[in-house]
Structure formats: C-alpha cells, structure tokens
C-alpha cells in the first residue's frame, strides 16, 4: 500500500531564508504527488503536483518540488521565505490500488521576522 | 475557479444529536471527498463518492453516512453524535480522470460535540 511520511512536523526559518520541506513515499505504482498548504482555519489549496513529466515541477507563490524516484523523495522548497508562507504543508501520494489519496501528518512552518 | 462550500465554519452540537454538515462545489465535479483533520493526524478519509447515488466508506466510517442525491451536493451525517467527533470536517471535491487531477477544497467546518 502507498504511504506517505513528512519527516519533520515543524520547520522555523527566517524570512529571506531557503524554505526546504521533505517528504518520503513509497508506492507500488506511477504515484501521483501533491502539495498542498493550509492557512490558519483555512481549506488546503494546491500549490503544485507531479504526474509523470517533468521531475522539477513548479508552484504558485514560488514553491518548486523534484520528485526523486531513486531516493522516493519529493522535497519542496523555496529560495526565499516570506512571512506569508507561515502555514502547514501537506504531501499527498494517490493510491492506485485503492484509489485514494493519501495524506502525510502536515509540517508547520514558522517564519521568523 | 472552483469554489466548494461548506455551509456551516463552526457548529456546536450536543451528544447524542443528529448532525448534518452540507457540501456543495460548483464546477460539476463526479468525485466527492469528506475528511475529518485532527492535531498530528493529518487527514482521514470518511467517505468518498464518484456519481450521483453512489458512496464509498472511506479508512474512519464508523458513525457516520453520506448522501449524494444531486452532482453538486455531498453530505456528511453524524448518526448520534459522540464528544470524540469533535473534529475539523473537510469537503474536497474533484474531476473524473483518475487520481492524477487535484482536489479542491472547502474552507472546512469545526464541529465541537458537547
């Protein structure tokens, strides 16, 4: 079965500093990937997703993620954090078998003024 | 842009009670979701449904239904209301196509069960 696992549940960067955000999945088949963020009291909003093209996709607000098959990887990041990053991420894999989507437990990111 | 609305942001209910939480989405999506999202949980399925009329429990069924008696309407229902449903609700929906295509979703309702 797919799962999905976001190593870190809470990130604090800086403003103006890198933003990294990991995810790891294993999956039997082609995954679908996705990310999603939540802002406070918010429903998620997609900011990009993978699905078998390019392995560096891009994002709104410019958050990009490369899916990595050899290392079951699809970190997302973002060169420069601004204060309205502030949110909680989310890492989707969809489930071939089951068709359904599988989410990991969100990372909380802090940006720090 | 696709908008799908919750019709309620905060409900208070007490235990026991039959609960309603309304969906509606409005860009003619076949597939609708509903979640329930708790601290360190991430999000749990409850229920899907892929057409009208037709549903699909999800991982966490139990104590509670769905109907979809129109395309654009999707409703969770709380048999018998317990304190351990205190919970965010969320409603996704999305298009037919298979799980490459993203899911939309509703600003959520938090429903607090006394």
């Known amino acids: 079965a797919q799962s999905v696992t976001q190593l870190d549940s809470h990130v604090s960067v800086s403003e103006g500093t890198p933003v990294l955000l990991r995810c790891n999945y294993s999956?039997?088949?082609?995954?679908?990937l996705f990310w999603y963020v939540q802002h406070p009291n918010k429903g998620l909003q997609l900011l990009l997703k993978y699905t078998s093209a390019a392995t560096l996709v891009k994002g709104i607000n410019g958050f990009e993620a490369e899916f990595k098959k050899s290392e079951t990887s699809f970190h997302l990041t973002k060169p420069s954090a601004h204060m309205s990053d502030a949110a909680e991420y989310f890492c989707?894999?969809?489930?071939?078998?089951?068709?359904?989507?599988?989410f990991g437990t969100g990372t909380r990111l802090k940006v720090l003024a | 842009d696709v908008k799908v609305t919750q019709s309620s942001r905060y409900l208070v209910k007490r235990t026991g009670e039959k609960v309603f939480l309304e969906c509606v989405q409005d860009?003619?999506?076949?597939?609708m979701f509903w979640y329930r999202q708790d601290p360190g949980l991430g999000l749990r399925l409850i229920y899907f449904?892929?057409?009208?009329?037709?549903?699909e429990k999800g991982d966490i069924p139990e104590g509670y239904s769905v109907s979809r008696e129109k395309k654009e309407r999707f409703s969770l229902i709380l048999e018998s209301a317990s304190t351990n449903q205190t919970s965010m609700y969320l409603c996704?929906?999305?298009?037919?196509?298979?799980?490459?295509?993203?899911?939309?979703f509703g600003d959520g309702t938090r429903l607090s069960i006394l």
């Open positions: 449904s892929y057409d009208v009329k037709m549903k």
């Open positions: 996704a929906s999305s298009i037919l196509g298979g799980l490459n295509q993203p899911q939309h």
């Open positions: 989707v894999v969809s489930d071939q078998g089951t068709y359904k989507y599988i």
């Open positions: 999956s039997s088949y082609s995954p679908s």
């Open positions: 860009m003619d999506h076949e597939n």
